[in-house]
């Protein structure tokens, strides 16, 4: 427990009975001090000064001087549960949250997930678990929180943000090119709103003959030129952080060959 409370004892003297005379409640051991509101009674409240685990003992004795005891023990503990809720994620589709709890004194009771805000709904698969799969219905930022009760009932909360984009970058590779020297190509992107941000992009040939070279393939902005004419069709790739990609194409028509006369 982590506050006071009542405890009653049952007590009785067998035939022949000469009567309890006494009663007495005491701290056999323990870390603090023990208090008892009726220490000559059956029944009493206690409390404790300082968190630790405790041996009370109740000694009785009756009217011939015979005497007894029995004891229990006290976990106190005023002392909420270390909580990490995890990561903060970035996600298009299901993934598993690890949660992690700590109480190195009367242990953990419950956890659980739930949602603090967010523009939809969040499906938990194990909503008491410390490791779960979450999902969301609607793009957007949540805020989700892990709740952990410990056995005396102190709790910890902590929170991760999850933004949920299932929606691909708009991306444009730029026009058609016809030329006979390197040249410099600017790509186009955009990720709308909630956006997870770019997290890569590729410039990459899809046909044509071998021998295109990118000066930035991994940048928006690249040069790039050929060593055969002839016609390429390229290619670039964006991908965000949630995960979803787009392409766009450009040709480009490399001819470097005069043209003839008569």
């Known amino acids: 427990t982590n506050t006071v409370f ?3 004892a049952t007590v009785s003297d067998p035939n022949p009975s000469s009567g309890i005379f006494s009663t007495i409640w005491s701290q056999d051991s323990g870390v603090g ?3 008892f509101s009726n220490p000559s009674s059956p029944s009493t409240n206690i409390s ?5 685990v405790y041996v009370v003992r109740l000694t009785v004795t009756d009217s011939a001087g015979n005497t007894n005891f029995a004891t229990f023990s006290l976990t106190w503990d005023t002392t909420n549960p270390n909580v990490s809720a995890g990561a903060n994620q970035v996600k298009n589709g299901v993934f598993t949250q690890n949660g992690n709890a700590f109480d190195s004194l009367s242990g953990v009771a419950f956890t659980n997930w739930s949602l603090v805000l967010g523009p939809g709904i969040i499906t938990f698969g194990s909503p008491n678990t410390l490791t779960t799969t979450v999902s969301a219905s609607l793009d957007g930022t949540y805020v989700i929180q892990l709740t952990v009760t410990d056995n005396a009932g102190n709790l910890s909360t902590q929170t991760f943000t999850l933004v949920w984009d299932t929606l691909s970058p708009l991306v444009s590779a730029g026009s058609n ?5 390197q040249f410099t190509q600017v790509g186009l992107v955009s990720d709308a709103a909630p956006s997870s941000g770019i997290l890569s992009t590729v410039w990459a040939q899809i046909s044509g003959s071998a021998g295109l070279t990118f000066g930035t393939p991994n940048a928006l902005s690249t040069t790039i030129s050929a060593s055969l ?9 964006v991908t965000d952080n949630g995960g979803n990609l787009n392409f766009s194409d450009f040709t480009l028509t490399w001819d470097s060959t005069p043209p003839g006369g008569a």
Not at 177 to 181: C, E, G, K, L, Q
Request: glycine residues 8%.
């Open 48 to 52: 404790a000064d300082i968190d630790g």
């Open 177 to 181: 090119v016809i030329t006979n020297a």
């Open 33 to 35: 001090t023990i208090t």
């Open 229 to 237: 004419d002839g016609v390429y069709v390229i290619r670039l790739t």
């Open 6 to 8: 009542s405890k009653t």
